[in-house]
């Protein structure tokens, strides 16, 4: 009888956390199908989908969280010290996209979403037509593709230290991809009234992200 009563309780057990694993896995796909709907086609060539906003963000004129580059989380302060103390930056890849150990749309949002690489901006930049406007009351560049779908991407300037800057001036979007081999130095699409750009510079710069997917 206590054999059978011990068979028991292990069965119910095992049972109650299968559960929780499914339910979990539900969880996790809820999210990312909810995502896909922020999947713009913009009729690139490569048939590359950008998300319509900034990770972080709820909406398309929301700035969104700032990153360094590789970070998984906003650091505490947005310079040298703070970047080598909370990220692995001499083990980061000269390319993370899609890496859940430095890519931060990997791991937040996963499924197919990622940081696009800088040859991925620069596709987008020598494909889509580029127009400073306003939306929303928030400055920013709109870029529309062969297709004429577009995306919004607002002016959110950068942090360094505690401090933002350049807000409603410049937009800077962080890529994958490493400047020249240098560590801790990243490479970043650009955005202002002159248009859309690349930039290189120092990793532990707060800048937003664009997430994309195939």
């Known amino acids: 009888m206590n054999r059978l009563i011990f068979s028991t309780t292990i069965l119910t057990v095992l049972s109650l956390a299968a559960c929780s694993k499914d339910d979990d896995n539900v969880k996790d796909n809820s999210i990312k199908v909810e995502y896909d709907s922020h999947a713009v086609d913009l009729g690139l060539p490569s048939g590359l989908k950008w998300s319509d906003q900034n990770l972080g963000a709820n909406t ?3 700035y969104g969280e700032y990153y360094a580059w590789g970070s998984l989380e ?13 990220v692995d930056v001499k083990n ?14 990997a791991r937040n949002i996963g499924g197919e979403w990622r940081t696009p690489n800088y040859a991925e901006i620069r596709e987008l930049q020598n494909n889509t037509t580029a127009e400073w406007t306003t939306q929303e009351g928030v400055k920013g560049l709109k870029l529309t593709g062969p ?16 401090i933002t800057t350049k807000e409603g001036f410049q937009g800077t979007l962080w890529s994958s991809s490493q400047d020249s081999g240098y560590e801790g130095f990243g ?17 532990y710069i707060g800048y937003n992200i664009r997430p994309v997917r195939k």
């Not at 980061?92 to 749309?105: K, R, T, Y």
């Not at 297709?147 to 505690?162: C, E, L, R, Y």
């Open 92 to 105: 980061i890849p000269a390319n993370f996209s899609g890496n859940v150990d430095f890519d931060p749309v």
């Open 74 to 86: 906003p650091l505490s302060s947005f310079d040298s010290e703070s970047y080598y103390a909370e």
């Open 147 to 162: 297709n004429g779908n577009s995306i919004f991407i607002p002016a959110g300037g950068q942090k360094t230290g505690d």
């Open 60 to 62: 398309p004129q929301e």
């Open 187 to 203: 490479l970043a699409g650009i955005v202002n009234a002159a248009g859309f750009g690349g930039t290189g510079g120092y990793g």
